[in-house]
């Protein structure tokens, strides 16, 4: 397995859903990565979360790579432009998003780093796998925020060179 290709998953899937983001007007956060305060997380948004990459060697030189993709969205009910089904149409847009292949590219300023593509993660397909929208609701009685998630889990097949 190449060193790299869990930093190379990583931003690719960072890169491509900030333009997602950026389409329908929502601020975008990486969990781990962006700095946030607390005034910011109390406004409309949305953060990404990626559990792995679990990487497994199928055969010499070929594996398998297998990740979850989860973003949570945050919805301020307190402001001006509140809409309570804002949070579904977000939901909406990064669900059909997450349907389509992602492609992973070779990103950063590493020898190795040259921007061509690795291959495409794809949802993960089994028999319980999806996409999958979760509506929380508000989170408490005294604060108007309500949250939703989505998330699914994805596979990558790679080669090494």
């Not at 700095?35 to 910011?40: F, I």
């Not at 809409?83 to 997450?98: K, R, S, Y």
């Not at 292949?101 to 921007?115: N, S």
């Not at 996409?131 to 596979?155: C, M, N, P």
Request: proline fraction near 4%; aromatic fraction near 10%.
């Amino acid at each position: 397995m190449d060193k790299n290709l869990a930093r190379w998953i990583f931003q690719s899937v960072a890169k491509h859903f900030q333009s997602v983001a950026n389409g329908i007007s929502l601020p975008y956060f990486v969990e781990g990565i962006d700095e946030r305060s607390e005034d910011t997380m109390r406004v409309s948004h949305v953060e990404l979360r990626v559990t792995g990459p679990e990487v497994k060697e199928v055969s010499k030189g070929y594996y398998k790579a297998k990740l979850i993709i989860n973003f949570l969205f945050t919805k301020n009910m307190d402001e001006a432009s509140a809409d309570a089904f804002d949070l579904i149409q977000w939901t909406g847009v990064f669900a059909h998003e997450m349907l389509e292949p992602i492609p992973v590219y070779r990103k950063g300023t590493g020898p190795q780093d040259d921007d061509s593509l690795v291959g495409c993660i794809r949802v993960h397909e089994g028999r319980n796998e999806a996409v999958r929208i979760w509506h929380f609701g508000q989170l408490d009685k005294d604060t108007r925020v309500r949250q939703s998630e989505v998330d699914a889990v994805y596979g990558l097949e790679y080669i090494t060179p």
